[in-house]
């Protein structure tokens, strides 16, 4: 069963930002991009990978995939996860200070996201070349940003069960969830003292028709992961994993996936073809077969448009959550032996 | 734009079902059957037709199929539309006296609706046989059931983007549905005055991610229907739908649908194969290609141990409303002619 993990231990570090003036016009006072690193930088600082981090999670939840003898084994590499911003760990409405706390914390989008970690990387570390940017669902899409916002830095990426610009299908889904969550009473329009379970719980509900696929319930897979009925697994999995965390953050973090776009910039004026043209690391783009909201379709658009990308789909009863979970070992199989391939290129 | 309806007006009759015992063990007193009449039953009683209603639908919402020179000509065929309990008109949360009334109102199942529904061809119109079941979501759901429950009756059956028992993926998606509706504080536990709006609203936002396809959204096919944008999709046509509804009565459509089973009576015992094996209709069962809560694998699965039927999937961006709405003139034609050919068989 999947264990959702909070911060009850600081084992992080954090970079000061300072005032961050964000691309959609607002402020983030004092801002903050907490990170863990992983392993040490070699001398030439050639042995960088970017772990990024997907919605409600932290660095946490990501770092199982770090391990010696695997793809991302720190003996051999420096490995970053910086935390993105709405986790409750980075800046957040529920850690940012009055007037910009709660329902006022302003619009982040992944290109904040991704300036501030460019920032990290050259200002703290002197890092000039990634071998790596990976990650899943919100963090492949910041894979993709950090491939069309740096060029030249990015040599290579695998983005997993994400997208380089979000679909109106999936903004779609993610203003389901978010109805699920202010519906409740207790949200408050975002100016709750304590949090709106119930809303917190409905929108884990609702997450848990889109998570995995409809073959994934055919088959009745929830019971090799340890749960007992379908019910078992709605609560134990998606609630659990909801209701542990900060309404206004599950909605900023919606925010900034719903505005997804690596062309929305100075760089590419909102030309995406381009922003996808102008990407020169080597790319092997993973969509899930059965990602009911990133679906494969979409990855082969953005693979065709990218000069050296490969389309790697997998074949997975997980649906969104191939890959990215580490619930299912063929998942995890596969994309270290994407990883592998990309790092020894 | 969609025009959702509402009885402002009584156009339909009821029929009398006296004190029903129900499958699961409780009484609905009282119970009434709403149903309306198109066309005129000949003289040897053999040009019915049962169209059925679907999820939050009456009648009002399915009679636009009726018409002279389409396939359910009233001119040719006897039609006759029941209105599935819950859905406000045939006994409902919203219309059954206490005790039986809001969130005590019993567990109603297919099973129940077309016992109740045999009853009013048989007692009051005398019918031995039907020429063609047919429906479309929850509505083809109960064309299973009447296949499966009278077999020797039924003639031909065409469903449509629908299920002979509802898969545990199509339960959690309705939870989701369920969970947006019961998280507004305002549905008091079913016990409210005043409508829970938000709630509804947020169940028709939930829904906006379900009922049509990926590509539709990428094609941006909402602006050929009508509407100025996403927003504008899910405002006017999804959260009006549900909007214009009573919880409870949502409530309990859901219910009816999520224990869906054809073969949870005692003909069949729980054995859904066997069940599907003793339906003698000429059946074409029509999946949306795209539907992302009743995938044509499943449909495919039915067809298999059916002995007399054929898959015949719409090739639609519409997902589940293919078929359904008459939003997308393709696929009405494309129903249109297999009810023809059923009807010729």
Known sequence: MAQWKLDKEVDYEVFELGDLKLQKGMTLPDAKLAYKTFGRLNADKSNVIVLLTYMASTHYDNQWVIREGGALDPSKYFI?????????????????PAPYNKARFPHVTYYD???AQHRLLTEKFGITKIKMVTGWSMA??????????????????????????TAKHNHVMLEGVKAALTADDAFKDGWYDEQPFKGLRAMGRVYAGWGFSQEFFRKEEYLELGYASVE???????????????ANNMVAMIRTWQSGDISDNELYNGDFRKALGAIKAKAIVMPGDCDLYFPPEDSAFEVEHMPNAELRPFRSSH?????????????????????????AS
């Not at 911003?85 to 850690?95: A, D, I, K, W």
């Not at 998606?238 to 209701?243: D, I, P, T, Y």
Request: proline share 5%; hydrophobic share 40%.
């Open 140 to 165: 492949a899409a910041q894979t993709f940003h950090w491939a069309a916002l740096y060029p030249d830095m990015v040599e290579t990426i695998c983005p997993t069960a994400g997208s380089a610009k």
């Open 232 to 246: 078992d697994f709605i609560v134990g999995y998606w609630e659990q994993w909801f209701n542990l965390r900060d």
């Open 113 to 115: 996201n991704i300036k």
């Open 80 to 96: 970053v996860i910086p935390n993105v911003f709405g986790n409750g760990l980075s800046s957040s409405p529920s850690n940012t």
């Open 319 to 343: 649906g969104h959550f191939a890959g990215g979970s580490g619930l299912r070992k063929a998942d995890v199989k596969f994309l270290d032996e994407a990883w592998r391939e990309l790092l």
